[in-house]
């Protein structure tokens, strides 16, 4: 790798560590950490010494479960999603299951439930937000709970009334936003002026 500029190669090393961080091989804490050396490195083992345990970027791409089949109302939503310095924009038409994480660092998460598959009468959408944004769109007919904190973030709910749903589902959105960004739509609602 020593023919590559290091620059060059620094931005590698900076998007292993992102796609270390995603697919959980190591925390945020540690990934910080090995990103701040990254900058600071002068020389080309310096930046390999910081991902040598690491899994190949292309091995942390999530595998199927082979283990545990997909209930066969159709395929489920990962109960996971993370981004770092980028964005993802995605329509559920699945199942989504009783617990659903989204972490933002520095880039956006859009995800669209109005077409998703609601199986549990309780679902936990878990937000972490740091510099980031995360918005959801909702169905018409469930309920939604809000209980995310934010620390110099926005965080926005808008929903046309806040009676029980219909189809007595809840989903209820917790955690965090830290200088970003949370918007919880219904769709059909009308935002205020």
């Known amino acids: ?30 990934m910080e950490r090995r990103m701040s050396a990254a900058f600071a490195a002068r020389e080309p083992a ?22 545990h089949p997909v209930a066969p109302r159709g395929p489920q ?25 989204l972490g ?4 956006s998460i859009a995800m669209n439930f109005t077409e998703a598959v609601f199986a549990n009468a309780v679902t936990e959408i878990v937000v972490d937000v ?15 709970e809000c209980d995310v904190n934010g620390i110099f973030a926005n965080v926005e709910m808008n929903e046309p ?4 749903a219909p189809s007595g589902q809840v989903v209820r959105i917790s955690g965090r936003a830290l200088f970003g960004n949370v918007e919880i739509d219904v769709a059909g609602a009308m935002r205020e002026a």
Not at 21 to 27: C, N, P, V
Not at 84 to 95: A, Q, T, Y
Not at 130 to 144: D, S, W, Y
Not at 161 to 164: K, L, Y
């Open 1 to 30: 790798m020593t023919d590559i500029p290091i620059t060059a190669r620094r931005d590698q090393i900076v998007a292993h560590l992102g796609a270390a961080w995603a697919a959980e091989a190591i925390g945020e804490q540690e």
């Open 46 to 67: 310096d930046l390999e010494r910081l991902v040598a345990d690491l899994p190949m970027p292309h091995a942390l791409a999530p595998m199927p479960d082979t283990a």
């Open 77 to 101: 939503l990962a109960p996971l999603r993370r981004v770092l310095f980028s964005s993802v924009e995605e329509r559920v038409r699945s199942v989504v299951p009783a617990r659903v994480e």
């Open 104 to 107: 933002s660092r520095f880039g």
């Open 130 to 144: 740091v510099f980031g944004n995360v918005e959801l769109t909702f169905p018409a007919g469930v309920a939604i």
């Open 161 to 164: 009334t806040r009676r029980a």
